[in-house]
Nanobody
Framework: QLQASGGGLVQPGGSLRLSCVAS????????MGWYRQAPGKQRQLVAA???????NYADSVKGRFTISRDNAKNTVYLQMNSLKPEDTAVYYC?????????WGQGTQVTVSS
């Protein structure tokens, strides 16, 4: 499993940085993604980073979120700026496309005043 961390309660307009540490020696050649699931909604891809370091974002987070990776630490990050209440969700990291066995607990992000 891949365990996300770094969530919390933040006011609208605030920032958070999520982290996810992966195991295995093939991390540097693995496409990774951040996903989120809001109450009553399906889990969706928020951002992906390919092994080439090409990045892709959902339209709703473009210009506000940045995905990055540190291959030396087997870690993928999601920097979230200008957070909005609609960003409230449980955030997960996984491979891209996701692997069923790698869904972890996720980390709760709540954007509220």
């Amino acid at each position: 499993q891949l365990q996300a961390s770094g969530g919390g309660l933040v006011q609208p307009g605030g920032s958070l940085r999520l982290s996810c540490v992966a195991s295995g020696s093939i991390f540097s050649i693995t496409n990774m993604g951040w996903y989120r699931q809001a109450p009553g909604k399906q889990r969706q891809l928020v951002a992906a980073i390919l092994r080439s370091d090409t990045t892709n974002y959902a339209d709703s987070v473009k210009g506000r979120f940045t995905i990055s990776r540190d291959n030396a630490k087997n870690t993928v990050y999601l920097q979230m700026n200008s957070l909005k209440p609609e960003d409230t969700a449980v955030y997960y990291c996984n491979l891209h496309p996701p692997r069923l066995s790698d869904w972890g607990q996720g980390t709760q992000v709540t954007v509220s005043s």
